[in-house]
């Protein structure tokens, strides 16, 4: 029973991430996601260890009958939760309601966390029968989870399909019935199972596919990386890249003319350039019609810009290649500690709304791009945000965003639009619409959104003045590593969609006026307690 000790808690930890990898992709990449569904991973699975728990060892056959039904419910999972828009009538692009998304989290979750608990439990009884302690059967079970936390994160670095990791889990789990059980129904059932995974397997691209275009028409490719899933879609000549199902980058977009051009016009020399990320999405393309004379490109997700380089139009893919740009695969704070001095930084990543990329927006980034910025340098970056009107957590974000870019700049200054542009440097930084829009019109450049007439649009109109008015005003707090309020605030401006009545919520006045904050350490030790008392009760 030690060997299926072993594989429960290999099978346990690597299941585990596909399902939640899955469900991430099914609600847009949302973090809160994973919050939610560990938490009923490990209700679930509670509730399937408490399940019999005062009845006597059960068969060895019937643990490894179970093994059998989780090798069979894994891929069959995967698509149920794929298909999860279809079932509860989801509008293509808009999320389910927040009922309906913690119902399909509750149910894909419930029967995997069931038959993982009462495996666990029967298999311990087993072990313990056999004058063993139940101490190392959770030593050997832990044993198994951390292998099987290393082969995860191994198959998806070699570039294996989240799909296939879960063919590959339910094989793995099925093969153990094979060689080791002297059960012949057992083995009979292990021996078709085995051969329909083996098939499965043999297809899983293609159904793979299948599966991704059920909630993407026009699908060109797909693939998962360590980070995301990037699926690419095309259609009448437009190419669409998403994240996690969630749109990253699409070839129609003026995005990338406004992050540039709004910045450049600022200096007369952008000789050398630094862009983080996102510079495949048109970036790159922008900032090479100023002939700078060397562009570093720094992007984490290598499997991202591989399928860029392969699928985008040409006139993306071709300044990917440019013998100015040097692309360096690594993270962007890693890379900035060895770097250089630069004219321009620009910043290409998705918006802080997760704990890998808030990380770019804290006091201590900007820092370290101030500290690789020449005197007259600039750096420049992007939020989304509401062109006319900000709710009060979309203001406390963005100013504490500012605040963090203030502290470290001498001067700094925030562009209206659906995307606010974000401009900062330890030089001054011009107002002037007319000095700029001639600094544009010296260049000779083709756009099509960024023009004179553009730039004098943005200085001068009333959302200027009022937003600087609104960051300056703002009592948020400083957007730093230790304390990465902006997430929250991103976090709570996603709840909203759902819950409008939380739009002048603060959760940080709200404890701080109820007294809730001082009373963590007390909710803790109580918490602990309280636990000890039920695992007292349990065993009895």
């Known amino acids: 029973m030690r060997f299926y000790l072993f594989i429960i808690g290999f099978i346990s930890i690597l299941g585990q991430v596909v399902v939640l990898r899955e469900l991430t992709v099914a609600f847009y990449g949302v973090e809160l996601i994973y919050i939610l569904a560990i938490g009923i991973w490990l209700f679930w699975t509670a509730i399937g260890a408490a399940l019999g728990r005062r009845d006597a060892a059960p068969r060895t056959s019937a643990v490894l009958m179970l093994l059998l039904c989780f090798g069979i419910l894994l891929p069959i999972d995967v698509a149920l939760i794929r298909s999860l828009r279809l079932i509860f009538g989801g509008i293509p692009g808009t999320y389910l309601p927040f009922d309906r998304q913690l119902l399909a ?54 570039g294996i399909q989240n799909f296939t990791i879960a063919l590959l889990c339910s094989l793995l789990t099925v093969a153990s019935l094979l060689f080791r059980n002297r059960s012949r129904t057992v083995q009979y059932a292990s021996i078709v199972v085995f051969s329909l995974l083996l098939v499965t397997l043999w297809l899983a691209q293609g159904i793979d596919r299948q599966m991704t275009g059920w909630n993407h028409t026009g699908l060109v490719e797909v693939r998962d990386s360590p980070y995301s899933r990037i699926t690419i879609t095309g259609q009448a000549g437009q190419v669409v890249v998403f994240e996690n199902d969630a749109v990253c980058f699409e070839t129609e977009t003026t995005a990338a003319e406004e992050l540039v051009h709004l910045a450049v016009v600022q200096r007369n020399e952008i000789d050398r350039v630094l862009v983080l990320g996102g510079g495949f999405a048109g970036v790159l393309r922008e900032i090479l019609k100023h002939n700078p004379q060397q562009v570093d490109y720094v992007e ?57 990329t808030n990380r770019f927006f804290t006091r201590e980034f900007f820092k370290q791009c101030s500290e690789h910025l020449t005197t007259t340098g600039t750096l420049v970056f992007r939020l989304s945000s509401s062109e006319n009107l900000w709710s009060p957590f979309l203001t406390f974000r963005n100013a504490g965003i500012y605040r963090a870019l203030k502290s470290v700049f001498n001067d700094a200054l925030m562009l209206p639009g659906a995307s606010n542009i974000l401009l900062a440097s330890n030089a001054s930084l011009s107002r002037e619409p007319d000095e700029l829009s001639e600094n544009f019109r010296s260049r000779n450049i083709n756009t099509r959104l960024v023009s004179p007439n553009y730039i004098n649009y943005l200085y001068t109109n009333d959302r200027f003045a009022d937003i600087a008015i609104l960051v300056r005003d703002a009592k948020a707090p400083v957007n730093t590593d230790e304390r990465p309020i902006c997430y929250q605030y991103s976090s709570m401006i996603w709840l909203m969609k759902f819950f409008p009545g939380l739009v002048n919520w603060d959760i940080s006045k709200f404890l701080q006026s109820t007294g809730i904050g001082k009373l963590y350490y007390v909710f803790f030790i109580v918490g602990m307690v309280g636990m000890m008392v039920l695992l007292r009760y349990w065993r009895r």
Do not use: C
């Open 105 to 158: 989290i509750v149910m894909m979750l419930l029967p995997l966390g069931l038959l993982l608990g009462l495996l666990f439990q029967w298999a311990a009884k087993l072990y313990i029968a056999q004058n063993k302690t139940l101490a190392i059967a959770y030593a050997i079970e832990s044993a198994g989870g951390v292998f099987g936390g290393l082969a995860s994160t191994l198959l998806l670095w070699i």
């Open 300 to 356: 984490l997700n290598d499997v991202l810009l591989e399928l860029m380089s392969t699928y985008l139009p040409e006139v993306y893919r071709g300044p990917l290649q440019s013998e100015t740009v040097t692309i360096h695969h690594m993270d962007p704070v890693k890379f900035l500690t060895a770097a250089g001095l630069y004219n321009l930084i620009i910043v290409g990543l998705p918006d802080p709304t997760s704990g890998s």
